[in-house]
């Protein structure tokens, strides 16, 4: 009897440490600013940060954020977006634009846009830091696996639009093949939402 107590004393132990070692780590919420000013900017979001996006400015009249509609000179986010802000003041209208990727990441993918004419999110367009403007290739496809649109430049965005004719509500196709700058070949593909 004296064995079997002793060597159930260590198994009781060693589930015990066990048990503790598998508790998640702590999940603190960490704050951040960014003073937003300039007319493009990239920012490396960590995991478990709330960003303020900081647009004040003491000549403005309003400010209107996009996509949110916000009209407050700072909005908190915590997940990467492009966020633009328009900071109008006596003397004309201000520009600004955010992009915000998670750290470690080289793009940022936007899943809808609604291209209805309003100027909020009419186009869709990844966004990409650290990869080089050659061997890019976007490719647009709809339910059908009609080709609606394809580019090789990084920059270019999809207006919702097939041979000038807008396209229904819906949801599409797109394939993306990509290089690092360190020249590692990427590929993503994934469902984009249209709303009209």
Known sequence: MKRTIVFLFPVLLLLGYSCKKQEDPSTKTLYDTLKV???YTEFALSENTILTLDATNSQATSYLWSPSGDT??????SAEGNYTVQVKTHTGILNFQVIIF???SDCYIPNSFSPNG????DY???FFT???SENYNLKIYDQNNTKLFSTTDNTAHWDGKYNGQEMPAGYYYYTISYQTLSGE???RNGMLQLYR
């Open 118 to 121: 309003d100027n909020k999110n």
């Open 102 to 104: 998670y750290n470690g």
């Open 37 to 39: 000013n300039t007319t």
């Open 185 to 187: 070949s990427k590929n």
């Open 124 to 126: 869709w367009q990844p």
């Open 72 to 77: 407050l000179p700072m909005i908190t986010v």
């Open 130 to 132: 650290g990869v080089s």
